[in-house]
């Protein structure tokens, strides 16, 4: 498994905060330019700020140019376990986020393909709620495991 942030480990202690935030930022530039383009990656968050263990967001973000791809999850508002919504879109802050935790790239989607990932990753959208044991969790999972983009890994 590759380190993303193998060569950028930085000491910024001495930093001023406005400083930190600017090292950071261009650090987190670099890296998400770093990614391959059409590469499909399973992304989790923490849920809580001290982390639960094993308490994690699931969602899929596919890289399309250097600075920006689509992220792709469903999350559930409600407090009954009864809500679940589809929030797919672009990003440009898959790295900015305190709570993220992972990314595992799990796929290259051939050029040909490119055009099919939007439509497939929202084929479950109008039928979540009537999917029983739906989660984060298990929507990324289906969403992989019907994906031929990664049936060779």
Request: aromatic share 12%.
């Amino acid at each position: 498994m590759e380190d993303l942030t193998k060569g950028y480990r930085s000491d910024f202690s001495g930093l001023r905060p406005f400083e930190r935030a600017a090292a950071v930022r261009k650090v987190q530039g670099e890296i998400l330019a770093g990614l391959p383009l059409n590469t499909l990656y399973v992304v989790l968050y923490v849920r809580a700020d001290p982390p639960i263990a094993n308490d994690f967001h699931w969602g899929l973000y596919f890289h399309t140019d250097a600075s920006s791809g689509f992220k792709y999850h469903v999350k559930n508002p409600s407090t009954d376990g009864k809500g679940w919504l589809a929030d797919h879109g672009r990003t440009g802050g898959l790295l900015k986020s305190n709570l993220l935790c992972v990314i595992i790239q799990i796929a290259r989607v051939p050029g040909d393909k490119v055009a099919q990932v939007d439509p497939f990753m929202r084929f479950y959208d109008g039928n979540l709620n009537a999917m029983p044991g739906i989660t984060c969790r298990v929507w990324a999972l289906l969403q992989f495991c019907r994906s031929s983009w990664t049936r060779a890994l």
